[in-house]
């Protein structure tokens, strides 16, 4: 019930009391049950009326507890309670006992303020203050409980004129006057919170995704300039293996961006058709040594599983991050086990907070028999930065990594922390409570197929990178643009430059006759985009090729340019391989 419309009817009941009549002067409009409105009409009439027999003297039935009123007071389907003018409590329904945890065989009267924690007493007297002066509500106060302070009841009172005798000219202390209306929001603040959540998470990845934007074009430009130093460092040079180091480290801190990327939904996916078993057996090798000696890893397959599309080093990412937290989980040892099967609901079935449609999956999970996560911690584990581990021990984007890679391969994940069922050796063992991670990835009905990188294909030995042709290359990235120009010149192909997308625009219009073979731009560029530029230059020539270059993912480029356009896609940081690689491969297509 809103909160206006309790008042209304409060006031409206209040007034019937006062009046003594069983008649409203006018139809009053209740969004709930004709239950609730007849037990708070009834309430209020044997209250007023002299004919009743009050239980205990406070009007409220027969002492047996067998009038008609009493059971429409106590079934009725709202936390409804009696108070005094001091507030306390004279006699509640069940509902309003089991939302403040007041025991139904407890001590009564009770004031409400002990019911309540007390950092909420302040607005719990004011509220009570205002009924008993009067004042109408303006709106419901909101109250913890101090049985359980992630209940939280929204308190409606109202003053029952009628009964709101003085004490001291000789009335009962204990007669009613006020009337309580207690509202469970408990689930209502959940939702709030995990909307407040979301709303930070996603704030968090659109910042993680800008910064691995802008870190891309410098690894991009450092990971090239190597490349073009080892063309003159060989092996046997004293330079060469400073040079390979910082090459490793700038991968590495690619690697690092990836997975900031990852949380944010926004790294590059290179999805193919695997099985998933097939993946898991050729990774165990990698988990066993991961793991450790005292940790035992126990694989267990489903049979007849489906395929699934998914990028087979972000799967392996994900098997990994959870593994790792397994074994910090397990310092004494213990046992990891990895299972999958398919899974095919026939309804809505709901995983941790979202909801998964009908439809096949393959469930993937990776449940440990180590110290277990505490509750209070759980809703946070997969925020980014947050961890449980001394300083130094991890970044805090292990899990947020797994959470995003799921995500955006279309899947979903949920955790509990056990004990579980069948774990009878681990429970004997004193392991602890364990933890597990349920995957769910969608089967991949399509035709099996695989893809794979043109960037891959180019690292492979002894292939010819050179070629002909004249190439536009737009980037707003002073070094990315270096190096790219340099790259692409040494392997014999003629490129203009143009550090936005006006400067290439106003390239093409200069002169039309210009040929062109080919276009790389970025995507994201102050002015005019990539994909903007793009239209813009097949309307004037249809048949030019174009390959976007981006720190984003290859989703939020077609997100922008419709799926029919014949374009290519290089991640950044690329190397000069890759570059050159895919620049041939466009060309000869």
């Known amino acids: 019930m809103h909160a206006n419309t309790l008042l209304a009817g409060g006031a409206a009941l209040a007034g019937l009391t006062a009046a003594g009549s069983a008649v409203l002067s006018q139809p009053l409009a209740l969004t709930v049950g004709a239950g609730l409105c007849a037990a708070l009409l009834s309430g209020a009439l044997a209250l007023r009326g002299g004919k009743a027999s009050p239980a205990k003297d406070k009007g409220l039935g027969t002492d047996d507890g067998s ?106 202390a204990e007669m009613p006057a006020l009337m309580l209306y207690l509202l469970d929001v408990t689930q209502r603040k959940k939702l709030e919170a995990q909307f407040v959540q979301s709303q930070k998470m996603q704030a968090v990845g659109q910042l993680a995704g800008g910064v691995a934007h802008d870190f891309n074009n410098l690894l991009t430009a450092m990971i090239g300039f190597c490349d073009l130093l080892l063309l003159r460092h060989r092996a046997g040079d004293q330079s060469f293996a400073d040079i390979m180091q910082i090459k490793q480290n700038a991968n590495r801190a690619a690697n690092l961006v990836r997975q900031l990327l990852a949380f944010s939904r926004q790294q590059t996916l290179r999805p193919r058709v695997l099985d998933t078993s097939e993946v898991l057996a050729e990774l165990s090798h990698l988990l066993r040594r991961v793991m450790g000696e005292n940790i035992q890893l126990r694989m267990r397959y489903g049979r007849n599983l489906n395929l699934i599309k998914v990028d087979q080093g972000q799967l392996e990412q994900v098997i990994l991050n959870l593994a790792v937290n397994a074994r910090d989980a397990m310092p004494d040892g213990g046992a990891l086990t990895i299972c999958t099967e398919n899974m095919s609901p026939d309804g809505a079935l709901r995983y941790g907070e979202e909801e998964v449609p009908a439809g096949d999956y393959v469930r993937i999970e990776v449940q440990d028999t180590g110290t277990g996560i505490e509750d209070a911690i759980l809703p946070r584990i997969f925020e980014p930065f947050f961890t449980t581990k001394a300083v130094g021990s991890g970044t805090g984007l292990g899990l947020s990594t797994v959470y995003g890679i799921v995500k955006q391969t279309g899947g979903y994940i949920q955790v509990e922390s056990g004990p579980f069922a069948g774990d009878e050796e681990a429970a004997e063992a004193g392991r602890g409570r364990g933890t597990r991670f349920s995957i769910l990835l969608p089967v991949h009905d399509g035709d099996i197929e695989a893809r794979t990188d043109a960037g891959e294909e180019a690292e492979g030995k002894g292939r010819d990178l050179t070629g002909a042709g004249t190439i536009m290359l737009v980037e707003d990235e002073d070094a ?48 005019i985009d990539g994909p903007t530029l793009i239209r813009t230059v097949r309307e004037r020539r249809p048949d030019i090729k174009v390959i976007c270059i981006s720190g984003y993912s290859e989703d939020a480029l077609r997100e922008k340019i419709a799926a029919d356009s014949d374009i290519s896609f290089l991640s950044k940081p690329f190397s000069l391989k890759q570059l050159a690689g895919r620049v041939k491969e466009v060309l000869n297509a």
């Open 67 to 172: 009038s008609p009123l009493w059971l429409i007071f106590e079934n009725a389907p709202l936390a409804v309670a009696f108070a005094d003018h001091s507030g306390r409590v004279l006699e509640a329904n069940p509902l309003f006992q089991e939302l403040t945890g007041l025991q139904r065989d407890g001590h009564m009267p009770i004031a409400l303020a002990e019911l309540i924690l007390p950092e909420d007493r302040p607005a719990l007297a004011e509220c009570l203050a205002r009924a008993s002066s009067g004042t109408l509500q303006e709106g419901a106060v909101e109250l913890r409980m101090a049985q359980n302070a992630e209940r939280v009841g929204a308190l409606l009172a109202s003053r029952l004129d009628g009964l709101a005798l003085n004490p001291e000219a000789g009335h009962s």
């Open 480 to 527: 990315v643009r270096l190096f790219s120009a340099r790259a692409l010149r040494n392997k014999g192909y003629r490129v203009i430059e143009a550090r936005s997308g006006e400067a290439a625009l106003e390239i093409l219009t200069a002169d039309e006759s210009e040929p062109i073979d080919l276009l790389i731009t970025d995507v994201v560029m102050p002015g």
